[in-house]
């Protein structure tokens, strides 16, 4: 009775063996559509080729550089807005600060040579009058440019918070989000010293001769910023859904 169980067997595996062999070769055999989903097991795992899953490494890798890139020139712009308004091209008063030093010490030297010929009345009577012109210079009201440079420092303050988004983000809505945050922000930044603040009307005030047109190329160059970064986002992120839609794993979790 074990004999003819064994011979058994040996056929079915045999047979087995054939159909298999037969349908890896593209041949006909009996169990052919059950073998055939069998060996498309293999078919699946071939498209996850290394080539593949390098260029998916390689866009994931290009994302994390764009976030970690665009991040580091919102910052960048953002300090920019704060810093040239107040130090590196000063407004009129942030000018005149600056300049009254050596201003007083150039009108004390002078005070000192004629002091000998000068009454003793009259000196006293120009140290009174200085003293409420200085109180007078005191009170007034600040310039038009220094409420522009405070509006600017807003403007900063906002590229310094879409800079932490950028960087931070993990997905193109987020990004898309902040990237339209910094292309309008660019457009306030041109608009406030141009239209709707202004800056002093003297062609030869330092916030027109200076602050003006740093603010103004500034804002023009984070402006085709913002546009180049959204469209680079955009073709990534069409790039992901199109590598998920063909039916690969998605290890882009940052896309």
């Not at 202004?198 to 030869?204: F, L, M």
């Given at each position: 009775?074990?004999?003819?169980?064994?011979?058994?067997?040996?056929?079915?595996?045999?047979?087995?063996?054939?159909?298999?062999?037969?349908?890896?070769?593209?041949?006909?055999?009996?169990?052919?559509?059950?073998?055939?989903?069998?060996?498309?097991?293999?078919?699946?795992?071939?498209?996850?080729?290394?080539?593949?899953?390098?260029?998916?490494?390689?866009?994931?890798?290009?994302?994390?550089?764009?976030?970690?890139?665009?991040?580091?020139?919102?910052?960048?712009?953002?300090?920019?807005?704060?810093?040239?308004?107040?130090?590196?091209?000063?407004?009129?008063?942030?000018?005149?600060?600056?300049?009254?030093?050596?201003a007083q010490?150039?009108?004390?030297?002078?005070?000192?040579?004629?002091?000998?010929?000068?009454?003793?009345?009259?000196?006293?009577?120009?140290?009174?009058?200085?003293?409420?012109?200085?109180?007078?210079?005191?009170?007034?009201?600040?310039?038009?440019?220094?409420?522009m440079a405070?509006?600017?420092?807003?403007?900063?303050?906002?590229?310094?918070?879409?800079?932490?988004?950028?960087?931070?983000?993990?997905?193109?809505?987020?990004?898309?989000?902040?990237?339209?945050?910094?292309?309008?922000?660019?457009?306030?930044?041109?608009?406030?010293?141009?239209a709707l603040?202004?800056?002093?009307?003297?062609?030869?005030?330092?916030?027109?001769?200076?602050?003006?047109?740093?603010?103004?190329?500034?804002?023009?160059?984070?402006?085709?910023?913002?546009?180049?970064?959204?469209?680079?986002?955009?073709?990534?992120?069409?790039?992901?859904?199109?590598?998920?839609?063909?039916?690969?794993?998605?290890?882009?979790?940052?896309?």
């Open positions: 009775m074990l004999k003819p169980c064994r011979s058994l067997l040996f056929r079915r595996l045999a047979g087995l063996s054939g159909d298999l062999d037969g349908d890896l070769a593209g041949g006909p055999s009996d169990g052919g559509p059950r073998l055939s989903r069998l060996a498309g097991g293999p078919r699946f795992f071939l498209r996850l080729a290394p080539a593949r899953l390098g260029s998916l490494a390689r866009l994931e890798s290009s994302v994390m550089t764009f976030r970690l890139f665009s991040g580091a020139v919102c910052l960048l712009v953002g300090l920019a807005y704060i810093l040239i308004p107040w130090f590196i091209f000063p407004i009129c008063e942030r000018a005149d600060r600056a300049a009254e030093p050596a010490s150039h009108a004390q030297s002078h005070d000192h040579a004629q002091a000998a010929d000068r009454p003793m009345a009259s000196g006293v009577a120009q140290g009174s009058a200085q003293g409420a012109g200085a109180s007078a210079g005191h009170d007034r009201t600040h310039m038009v440019c220094w409420h405070k509006a600017e420092l807003g403007v900063g303050i906002l590229a310094l918070w879409a800079a932490a988004v950028l960087v931070t983000s993990r997905t193109h809505d987020r990004r898309a989000g902040a990237l339209s945050l910094t292309a309008g922000l660019a457009v306030l930044g041109g608009l406030l010293p141009a603040i202004g800056v002093c009307p003297g062609p030869s005030m330092p916030c027109r001769v200076g602050t003006l047109p740093a603010l103004m190329v500034l804002s023009a160059f984070f402006f085709l910023f913002s546009l180049v970064a959204g469209v680079w986002s955009a073709k990534a992120a069409r790039a992901a859904q199109a590598a998920q839609a063909a039916g690969r794993p998605q290890p882009i979790a940052h896309v």
